[in-house]
Antibody
Framework: QVQVVQSGAEVKQPGSSVKVSCKAS????????FSWIRQAPGQGLEWMGG????????NVPQKYQDRVTISADESSSTVYMELSSLRSDDTAVYYC??????????WGQGTLVIVSS | SYVLTQPPSVSVAPGKTAKITCGAN??????VHWYQQKPGQAPVPVIS???DRPSGIPERFSGSNSDNTATLAISRVEAGDEADYYC???????????FGGGTKLTVL
């Protein structure tokens, strides 16, 4: 059974960083595609970037290239997303989604990140 | 960048068919995926690659894609279908994944 389980909620100060984890089970980790998708309160879904662990490199939209780092640890079957220079408008639920190709077949439960002083 | 346009809301009576559109230039040449999201829950895929139903999705859900419009159809709508629905594609030119703005389906 394929699953992705994310780390718990975080409260962060403006200007700090947050690192969210996504632990995968089932299937073949290193050839699966993992993406990070965020949803601000009352808003839609926004793709923040993705990685295929075997490739070793992440694909991040230009909008986030200076603030988002996506990485994968094959030894623990875990993918990470680190967002730096946090602002209040980064307050959102962050989802990890897994699939092959461009289809997000399996979703994590979401991680709420609150940015507040 | 590639933009997907969805109507903000669609309303339908129980037992009728709801149609939610996703418009973009030549979207018919791309694979479109649809996700259902209920309040407080993670999205759930309901249609992949234009018209495939993932395991466990009722046959009432169907998809089509042609020219400049992709459509998610839900027949015999039930109260439990009330949710937000998002379309999504891969923009090969930019290698980015793109979501539509979402459509809130209300069952009257």
């Amino acid at each position: 059974q394929v699953q992705v389980v994310q780390s718990g909620a975080e409260v962060k100060q403006p200007g700090s960083s947050v690192k969210v984890s996504c632990k995968a089970s089932g299937g073949t980790f290193k050839t699966s595609g993992f993406s990070w998708i965020r949803q601000a309160p009352g808003q839609g879904l926004e793709w923040m970037g993705g990685i295929i662990p075997i490739s070793g490199s992440a694909n991040v939209p230009q909008k986030y290239q200076d603030r988002v780092t996506i990485s994968a640890d094959e030894s623990s079957s875990t993918v990470y997303m680190e967002l730096s220079s946090l602002r209040s408008d980064d307050t959102a639920v962050y989802y990890c989604a897994r699939g092959n190709g461009d289809f997000f077949q399996y979703w994590g439960q979401g991680t709420l990140v609150i940015v507040s002083s | 960048s590639y933009v997907l346009t969805q109507p903000p809301s669609v309303s339908v009576a129980p037992g009728k068919t709801a149609k939610i559109t996703c418009g973009a230039n030549n979207i018919g040449t791309r694979s479109v995926h649809w996700y259902q999201q209920k309040p407080g829950q993670a999205p759930v895929p309901v249609i992949s690659y234009d018209s495939d139903r993932p395991s466990g999705i009722p046959e009432r859900f169907s998809g089509s894609n042609s020219d400049n419009t992709a459509t998610l159809a839900i027949s015999r709508v039930e109260a439990g279908d009330e949710a937000d629905y998002y379309c999504q594609v891969w923009d090969s030119a930019s290698d980015l994944r793109v979501f539509g703005g979402g459509t809130k389906l209300t069952v009257l």
